[in-house]
């Protein structure tokens, strides 16, 4: 934490300016209106289409007909504006978790708010990858600021005291306190109209297929129902508008407007369940990527450890001291301990960095070791030198001293050791990583002139020794690691640590059966072929640079694997855009790193990363069933509004009909199928491939194939019932009847296609005995009152209709079941058939 003398506001005065001023938030794009809402669904073709059938019945003297269209259209205004809002609700809620965090001071303790609670006057606690939520004025501390949303200039700014800082830039380097001058539409950003606060999302892979997929449905909807009308008006001399109700009622028919809501529906409410397992779904398109990796590219500390380091072990003169169970620290290590802490920033984000404040809270306060003055200057830890130094000022102005930390490699070669010394702090750091520490070199020294030099290199140190932190794997990441591999999912480390501590991380939580690790200096030196192989063989890569990360990522993607990525910090941001999902840590994950990523870690927990693989493949799995169930359930629909027209049958389907058949479909797709639970086998089969579509015709070809097994069933039952001298009327309350029965089997048929409808009854889904409720009162309602009755154009359900009602869905649900044999989507159902 920042050291600072600074109250900041109170509570109570934060709340009284929040109410006097309104929320620090910039102008964006608002929720739809309601009257925008409608509007949408007034120029939706089935709008259209429900519109000129009920004109045509107004137009035929048929008002009880155009009223009960005219009237379905609040209905469906009704439905789509619940839809809406249903996702509007899950939409805010995931806004709500994502929008941006700042760290401010309220009654002298340091809390984190989110942004849009941010006051003129709060102190905010700025860190290296913060976005600064509002315009504020640097108190102190020493930043660099990349004001390139503002300026469009890439270089950094530096910012001492005084200095104005600007809403939604990013803090690069440095540690300060600011005082908050401007919030939301005041701020240099607002002002110049920069809508950052809540964008629209862009629409997924499968919402952009669904789309032309609804086009292409569309014209060939429109095409055979212009075809009908000509037809039934001119060749069989039906009267025009009767021909034309026929052409509606099949255009209705062939329009799958369901998709849309399918998808928007459930990659909403997928995004908030996976907000529950502790994952913000920043973009949600990622939600449909989930169930496709197949790589997990992970850090080690943090994600798999419990990113809770202690200062563990120091090796100095030859001796060793564990912190564990110790009373004192031995006069030995006390230089050692000093230097540490002298190499260390006075408020590190790091957590290795906070392990060596507390552990030289513990030992070296009130000692002559313990020290809290700022440093002159840094050197910071590059891909040249892994290694960062502190240059302090002293009573002679030409005398500096200095205190360097990092790899111990890269210390040891600071200090020019000969090649005897180096190998003995090798041999001492690969005893310490492999008992799981991670391991820093330690080292002092003193520069004799006023000016100090480009580099590190030109310092002349003395190494004092090595510390090691230990940082216990996480207890819930062996479970899930051996998910992850039954899953087909292949897990890869990808960290800065060395190589022997990676290695026996990755021992204690079972990562991989494969032991060989490469560092970054060995995936720099290979070519992207030799890079390639390698890929095959290696699981575990140390000492990696942000830029081999991003590497490695770009080559297992052109390998044809779908990766996942995780990171935190700002230098992380390109190989998190690069994957096909990145994923930021939520705790110790800068902005930066967050705002690049698709999905955030609200716990940085792997296993919360299975639980969101796991939740992905429960949500395509329920786009495709409820997709398949689209398209089985509109081709009986189809062909009963097309085959008796074309053999100069009575019309069975009108648009009355289909309509009201839409009060069925819309909730059955978007309430029950969004409710399935998980399938059993759901994370010990491979990923799915990105490119595979419940909307391929391989994925619809069986739905389709359902759909005309019902429609057979009902065709002959028509042809049977108008040979034993039922009434058309009668004729079509029992086709009525057995369609809206056979639409509940193919709900049951659809939930697992390799499973009888019997499991399909018994398997949970608390929405499918409210949905056969439904469906029963509907039935009831219309064949009992008598309006409703007349204008469906059924007559009084008698014993004669019902039992040739009950012998259709008897006969729906056999040709359902002799389906699924033949097509041999049996592997779970011969059980379950033996019930029947």
Request: aromatic share 6%; charged share 20%; glycine share 8%.
């Amino acid at each position: 934490m920042m050291k600072t003398t600074h109250t900041g506001l109170t509570q109570a005065e934060a709340a009284r300016r929040l109410a006097a001023d309104g929320e620090n938030m910039l102008p964006g794009s608002i929720p739809k209106s309601l009257f925008a809402i409608a509007l949408s669904v007034f120029t939706e073709p089935m709008f259209l289409m429900l519109l000129g059938a009920g004109g045509i019945y107004l137009a035929l003297g048929d008002r009880a007909e155009a009223s009960f269209l005219l009237g379905f259209v609040f209905v469906v205004i009704g439905i789509t504006l619940a839809q809406e809002r249903k996702t509007q609700r899950a939409l805010e809620s995931l806004r709500d978790l994502s929008a941006p965090r700042a760290l401010v001071v309220r009654d002298g303790q340091e809390i984190r708010i989110p942004g849009r609670e941010v006051v003129r006057g709060d102190v905010l606690v700025l860190h290296e990858g913060d976005r600064i939520p509002a315009d504020a004025l640097l108190l102190d501390g020493q930043l660099s600021v990349d004001e390139s949303l503002l300026t469009g200039e890439a270089v950094p700014v530096n910012k001492s005291p005084s200095t104005a800082l600007y809403a939604s830039t990013v803090v690069t380097k440095g540690v300060g306190l600011a005082e908050v001058s401007t919030i939301g539409v005041n701020t240099a950003v607002g002002r110049i109209g920069q809508a950052l606060a809540s964008t629209q999302e862009a629409p997924s892979g499968l919402q952009q297929a669904s789309r032309k997929l609804i086009i292409v449905l569309t014209i060939v909807g429109l095409t055979f129902a212009t075809l009908l009308v000509l037809l039934g008006w001119l060749w069989d001399g039906r009267a025009f508008l009767d021909s034309l109700l026929s052409g509606i009622a099949l255009a209705m028919a062939i329009l799958p407007e369901e998709i849309p809501v399918i998808l928007t529906v459930f990659l909403a409410l997928g995004a908030w369940r996976i907000s529950k397992q502790k994952v913000l779904t920043r973009r949600v398109s990622a939600v449909e990527a989930l169930g496709a990796i197949t790589v997990l590219a992970v850090d080690k500390t943090g994600t798999l450890t419990q990113n809770r380091m202690k200062m563990e072990e120091l090796v100095a003169v030859g001796a060793t001291f564990r912190n564990e169970g110790a009373n004192a620290l031995p006069e030995t290590f006390h230089e050692l301990a000093e230097f540490t802490l002298l190499a260390t920033p006075l408020d590190p984000f790091d957590p290795m960095e906070k392990a060596i404040q507390t552990f030289a809270q513990q030992w070296l306060k009130d000692t002559e070791h313990w020290h809290s003055q700022a440093p002159e200057f840094q050197y910071d830890l590059s891909a040249e030198i892994l290694a960062m130094t502190q240059v302090f000022s002293s009573n002679d102005p030409n005398t500096h001293l200095l205190a360097c930390k990092g790899a111990p490699e890269a210390v040891a070669d600071l200090c020019h050791l000969p090649a005897a010394e180096r190998d003995i702090i090798h041999q001492q750091v690969l005893s310490m990583a492999e008992r799981g520490l991670r391991v820093l070199g330690v080292a002092k020294g003193q520069w004799q002139s006023k000016e100090l030099p480009p580099s590190q290199h030109d310092f002349s140190f003395t190494f004092l020794g090595l510390v090691g932190f230990v940082d216990p794997p996480r207890p819930e990441v062996p479970a899930a690691i051996a998910e992850c591999r039954a899953a087909g999912v292949r897990i890869i480390m990808m960290t800065g640590d060395h190589p022997a501590t990676a290695r026996a991380i990755a021992q204690q939580v079972n990562l991989s059966t494969r032991t060989a690790v490469m560092t970054g200096a060995e995936v720099a030196a290979l070519s992207d072929a030799e890079l390639h192989e390698q890929l095959q063989q290696v699981d575990m890569f140390t000492r990696l640079q942000p830029e081999q990360k991003l590497r490695l990522v770009q080559i297992l993607q052109q390998n044809g694997e779908v990766v996942a990525m995780t990171g935190d910090g700002v230098n992380d941001a390109p190989a998190l855009k690069a994957a096909n999902i990145g994923i930021a840590m939520g705790e110790r994950g800068t902005d930066v790193a967050r705002e690049a990523a698709a999905l955030v870690l609200l716990d940085d927990s792997f296993a919360s990363i299975v639980a969101a693989i796991r939740q992905g493949r429960r949500i395509y799995d329920n786009i495709t069933k409820a997709t398949a169930f689209t398209f089985a359930v509109h081709m009986p629909i189809i062909v009963l509004a097309l085959i008796p027209a074309l053999l100069h049958w009575p019309v069975l389907l009108l648009p009355v009909h289909i309509v009201l058949l839409e009060l069925l479909i819309d909730p059955a797709c978007s309430i029950v199928f969004e409710a399935e639970p998980e399938a059993s086998d759901i994370m010990t089969r491979p990923p799915r491939k990105l490119t595979d579509s419940p909307f391929a015709f391989s994925a619809l070809l069986y739905p389709l194939l359902q759909g005309i097994a019902v429609a057979e069933v009902l065709l002959l039952g028509y042809w049977l019932l108008d040979g034993q001298s039922f009434q058309a009327d009668e004729i079509r309350g029992a086709m009525f009847m057995g369609l809206v029965l056979g639409l509940c089997l193919l709900i049951l048929a659809n939930r697992d296609a390799a499973r009888t409808l019997l499991h399909g009854l018994t398997a949970s889904n608390p929405w499918i005995w409210r949905m056969f409720g439904a469906v029963i009162l509907l039935l009831v309602v219309v064949f009992s009152v008598p309006v409703l009755r007349d204008v469906m154009g059924f007559s009084v359900m008698d014993i004669p209709q019902l039992v040739a009602g009950i012998a259709l869905v008897l006969g729906i649900g056999v040709s359902l079941e002799v389906l699924r044999w033949v097509s041999g989507k049996t592997s779970h159902g011969a059980d379950d058939f033996a019930k029947l």
